[in-house]
DNA sequence: TAGGCCATCTGGTCCT
DNA sequence: AGGACCAGATGGCCTA
């Protein structure tokens, strides 16, 4: 059962009329812990009440005006340790939320990579940026599975997945997709979204497709020209 | 220097 | 209650 959070502050306080500094016991790992525990079980701040009860009765006894200051004093010094105290709790959160989110994306930018590493490479090892990658993801998907249809209707005998797709095989389509100049036809931007290869189920889309066996096996309508009529070359999976 | 991309921080919301 | 997810803000780096 946590303390309360009045009652950590006031053992705090005590702590820090015997000597210790505020920044003192805020790095303590432990007194850090209760702080966390007693402040998730009393819910919003708490104003501290120490030594409050005791005021009027100070004030009728003769000679307390000294002692009644003094509370008034502890008392403001209370609740300015206790704002900081809140405060560190809430920076202690969000640095461990900050930790999370930074993992969180470091997870997203790897499987972004991965994503990457079994999309076609090109040989001066343009990094696709990450909307790039998601959108020739789009579109290579597409068009692969636009192959095996075509090669299945076209060509016979055989699995057009076996001869199009050896299992230990990735197609690799060579040459730049200078991203700048043809921004638009890779995908992104408002023209991107007009595409035939935004929505591969559009008749636009299939018309644009062409196989030959004499050209890559697959083929990006919206890619830039060089590309599209180059020697698919394989390199192996690993 | 403007614009694009990216990493990080941050507060809000939803889910378990 | 705590974590995951999300979107906006911000600043740094790079390139045309």
């Known amino acids: 059962m946590p303390a309360p959070l009045e009652t950590c502050i006031s053992d705090l306080d005590c702590a820090s009329s015997s000597g210790s500094d505020l920044s003192g016991f805020l790095t303590d790992e432990e007194d850090c ?27 009728e006894v003769p000679g307390a005006q000294d002692d009644q200051q003094e509370r008034r004093r502890r008392r403001g010094r209370t609740r300015v340790r206790s704002e900081a105290l809140l405060h560190s709790l809430r920076r202690s959160r969000r640095v461990k939320a900050n930790d999370r989110e930074r993992n969180r994306m470091h997870n ?22 990450k909307i790039e990658t998601l959108r020739f993801a789009y579109n290579y998907i597409w068009a692969l599975a636009e192959t095996l249809r075509l090669a299945d209707q076209g060509l016979p005998g055989g699995s057009a997945r076996e001869r199009l797709l050896p299992p230990q095989c990735v197609p690799c389509l060579p040459g730049p ?18 595409s035939p290869l935004s929505d591969p189920s559009s008749p636009a889309a299939s018309e644009d497709f062409t196989y030959s066996p004499s050209e890559p096996a697959f083929s990006f ?8 009529h180059t020697t698919p070359c394989f390199i192996p999976y690993h």
Do not use: C, M, Y
């Open 221 to 228: 309508p919206s890619l830039p020209k060089d590309l599209l």
């Open 108 to 129: 997203l930018n790897a499987a972004l990579d991965a994503l990457r590493s079994v999309l076609p490479s090109f040989p001066d090892d343009t990094k696709l940026t």
């Open 177 to 194: 997709p200078s991203p700048a100049s043809d921004a638009e036809s890779w995908g992104s931007g408002a023209a991107a979204a007009a």
């Open 33 to 59: 812990a209760r702080l966390q525990q007693a402040a998730s079980a009393s819910g919003p701040p708490v104003p501290a009440r120490r030594g409050a009860p005791n005021i009027s009765r100070a004030s």
